[in-house]
């Protein structure tokens, strides 16, 4: 049976115990139908994973004693901060869960020009709080040791700038350029990644990207759909600089 790995957002100490409820405890108890005795794989975003074996179970609370912990290898050496301009439906959960088991550090959700999702301040907040969540199942589904933070939604234009003060590399996918990224030397350790909305992005916002020193790139002679774009270039860019092989 496949240990499943648990995020918990709790201090967690060797020979303690810990006790999780909610969600959590639902999932473990119902879902995945775990008992006294059982191991779970604790991860609380410290880079370490933290075997753990059940005292008591059930659908208000799980409780588990730590037994030992280790330093995770399912990191990936490069940081990535995806700067996605939000769609409509399910595509941008589709584009959290599958760039978290990418390996993806940071996503902040943008507005752009043509973005055709209109939310306020009380919906940011909710959708948020969802997308936050999605992180975290994905984290635990891939084994992951993190769970990617999910920033408070930005206009493109305040993302762009704030990545002035950032270090590393910064990509603006623009599929009428042909930036070959193979040639940037040294090969950065943080790359920040602007995405376009379906209709993609204007002109405009793509000379502001380039004036703030974003590399204008393409990956290819096709035109990615926005929800597909991400997961092809954090691919490569994994595949460049971080832990593909």
Same mark, same amino acid.
């Given at each position: 049976?496949?240990?499943?790995?648990?995020?918990?957002?709790?201090?967690?100490?060797?020979? =303690?115990?810990?006790?999780?409820?909610?969600?959590?405890?639902?999932?473990?108890?119902?879902?995945?139908?775990?008992?006294?005795?059982?191991?779970?794989?604790?991860?609380?975003?410290?880079?370490?994973?933290?075997?753990?074996?059940?005292?008591?179970?059930?659908?208000?609370?799980?409780?588990?004693?730590?037994?030992?912990?280790?330093?995770?290898?399912?990191?990936?050496?490069?940081?990535?901060?995806?700067?996605?301009?939000?769609?409509?439906?399910?595509?941008?959960?589709?584009?959290?869960?599958? *760039?978290?088991?990418?390996?993806?550090?940071?996503?902040?959700?943008?507005?752009?020009?043509?973005?055709?999702?209109?939310?306020?301040? =009380?919906?940011?907040?909710?959708?948020?709080?969802?997308?936050?969540?999605?992180?975290?199942?994905?984290?635990?589904?891939?084994?992951?040791?993190?769970?990617?933070?999910?920033?408070?939604?930005?206009?493109?234009?305040?993302?762009?700038?704030?990545?002035?003060?950032?270090?590393?590399?910064?990509?603006?996918?623009?599929?009428?350029?042909?930036?070959?990224?193979?040639?940037?030397?040294?090969?950065?350790?943080?790359?920040?990644?602007?995405?376009?909305?379906?209709?993609?992005? *204007?002109?405009? =916002?793509?000379?502001?990207?380039?004036?703030?020193?974003?590399?204008?790139?393409?990956?290819?002679?096709?035109?990615?759909?926005?929800?597909?774009?991400?997961?092809?270039?954090?691919?490569?860019?994994?595949?460049?600089?971080?832990?593909?092989?």
């Amino acid at each position: 049976m496949r240990i499943p790995n648990i995020f918990t957002d709790k201090i967690l100490t060797q020979d =303690e115990t810990v006790t999780l409820q909610g969600q959590t405890a639902q999932h473990l108890s119902k879902v995945l139908r775990m008992a006294v005795d059982d191991e779970v794989r604790l991860f609380n975003n410290t880079g370490l994973f933290y075997t753990a074996k059940i005292t008591h179970c059930d659908k208000k609370a799980v409780s588990l004693n730590v037994i030992s912990s280790i330093i995770s290898s399912t990191e990936s050496k490069l940081h990535t901060h995806l700067g996605q301009v939000m769609s409509r439906g399910d595509r941008m959960d589709y584009v959290i869960q599958k *760039s978290t088991e990418l390996g993806v550090n940071e996503i902040t959700p943008l507005f752009s020009d043509r973005c055709e999702l209109k939310l306020n301040a =009380e919906r940011q907040a909710k959708r948020i709080q969802h997308w936050q969540q999605i992180a975290i199942n994905a984290a635990e589904q891939c084994g992951r040791a993190y769970v990617p933070i999910i920033h408070p939604v930005l206009t493109l234009d305040k993302w762009i700038n704030n990545t002035k003060d950032r270090e590393g590399v910064s990509l603006v996918l623009h599929h009428r350029d042909t930036q070959n990224l193979s040639s940037i030397n040294p090969a950065p350790k943080h790359v920040n990644l602007l995405i376009g909305p379906e209709g993609g992005l *204007s002109q405009t =916002e793509i000379e502001q990207a380039i004036h703030a020193n974003f590399i204008a790139s393409t990956f290819g002679p096709r035109v990615m759909r926005t929800e597909t774009t991400p997961i092809a270039s954090l691919s490569i860019l994994q595949w460049l600089w971080g832990d593909f092989q």
